[in-house]
């Protein structure tokens, strides 16, 4: 095979990957969530199965679509795709649209689906900031041409995803933006002065807002909260130590039988920790980190600036978020509701991670050698 061929091949092992570990995550939803299903009338066991069969299935219709799609058509969605995951971003607050879950308004239900636009203004927020960040060239360095637009616009989406209220998903992508803006030759004196605001005021929300303080105190000591907030942290915790270094066995865990809250989503690799062990975990972990690699790899061997950006921030997103699931069900973090990509239960979430993945690998094609 010529050179030239072989830069034309999309990156077969991202696609790998991201197929493996949404087939496991298919496994672990009807693991995880046929019990939720006992004692209910006309309770159908295999209903989170389903649409999970389903997600995945238009997960994987999305990545191969995105994979044909060339980046510079990719491009001209840069700005629609913003003002888009915006305006999406204000459906969950119109009282007839929004689904409260937990407090939070972050669904959109319409008779018969129902979608979350975070996960939308993601991949919106990452192709926005590859774009502009490219076209600025060297004029990215000033502070009027290249720091402010590309911090302001970015900030309405995450605003709006702050009032719903997810902080979670506002620091990782604001983590996302600062990385990608670093990565496009942003000056580091500019970012601090973002930076230093930034931290003032997720301190503030946590500190001033009861029930997130006690998230964080639970995190200092969850034992001594495990009736109250820490009780997520705890069962967390005893999966994984029941898992040991081999597991129970797929479909043999416990503490998905009512005791560990948000198993099938947040806390899915908690699950996996306890049937398939620690050696489970540390695959998934691998699995992750290999994707992550070959992601910054495609990156760095990208002639052309947008195309490297984009493939920056589609890595930097999926990895961080992966890293910052992990990080909390084993209590290295406040608990915070990230899901795993490609794990989690969840149709918009695994409809654009896959999307991302299909994207991320296309890339490759315009890789030099």
């Keep these: 095979m010529q050179p030239s061929e072989a830069r034309r091949r999309p990156d077969l092992w991202i696609l790998g ?9 298919v496994v672990l939803v009807y693991s995880t969530s046929s019990p939720l299903t006992f004692g209910k009338v006309n309770g159908d066991a295999y209903g989170y199965l389903k649409r999970a069969v389903v997600y995945a299935l238009l997960g994987l219709a999305a ?8 980046p510079e058509t ?4 840069a700005y629609p795709g913003i003002a888009a995951a915006a305006l999406l971003l204000c459906l969950p ?3 007839s649209l929004g689904a409260g879950v937990n407090g939070a308004h972050r669904w959109v239900r319409f008779p018969g689906f129902g979608f979350q636009p975070s996960e939308v203004a993601k991949l919106a ?4 900031l590859a774009h502009s960040l490219a076209k600025r060239g060297d004029r990215v360095k000033s502070f009027a041409y290249g720091f402010l637009p590309n911090m302001l ?3 309405v989406p995450l605003a709006l995803i702050l009032v719903e209220p997810d902080l979670g998903t506002t620091v990782l992508l604001a983590a996302v933006v600062g990385a990608m803006a670093l990565a496009g030759g942003v000056r580091l004196k500019h970012l601090s002065l973002a930076v230093a605001p930034a931290l003032v005021l997720v301190v503030g929300l946590v500190a001033f807002v009861p029930w997130r303080l006690q998230r964080v105190l639970a995190f200092l000591d969850p034992w001594s909260h495990a009736r109250g907030a820490g009780f997520q942290l705890v069962q967390s915790l005893l999966a994984f130590g029941n898992g040991g270094f081999w597991g129970v066995g797929l479909g043999a865990g416990r503490q998905k039988l009512y005791y560990l809250p948000e198993a099938h989503t947040d806390f899915i690799l908690s699950v996996w920790a306890e049937e398939g062990g620690l050696v489970g975990v540390w695959g998934v972990l691998a699995a992750m980190a290999f994707l992550v690699v070959r992601g910054y790899r495609i990156a760095l061997r990208q002639e052309d600036a947008f195309r490297r950006l984009l493939a920056t921030g589609l890595t930097t997103w999926i990895g961080l978020q992966a890293g910052l699931n992990a990080l909390v069900v084993t209590g290295c973090l406040p608990t915070k509701g990230l899901p795993f990509p490609f794990l989690s239960y969840g149709g918009t979430g695994l409809i654009i991670s896959l999307t991302a993945a299909g994207l991320l690998s296309g890339l490759a094609r315009e890789a030099v050698p």
């Design 153 to 155: 616009i970015p900030a």
């Design 93 to 95: 607050l119109v009282p």
């Design 74 to 77: 990719v491009r001209k969605l």
């Design 17 to 25: 990957v991201a197929a493996a570990l949404t087939c496991l995550g």
């Design 125 to 128: 927020v990452v192709l926005f």
């Design 63 to 70: 990545c191969t679509g995105a994979l044909r799609v060339p």
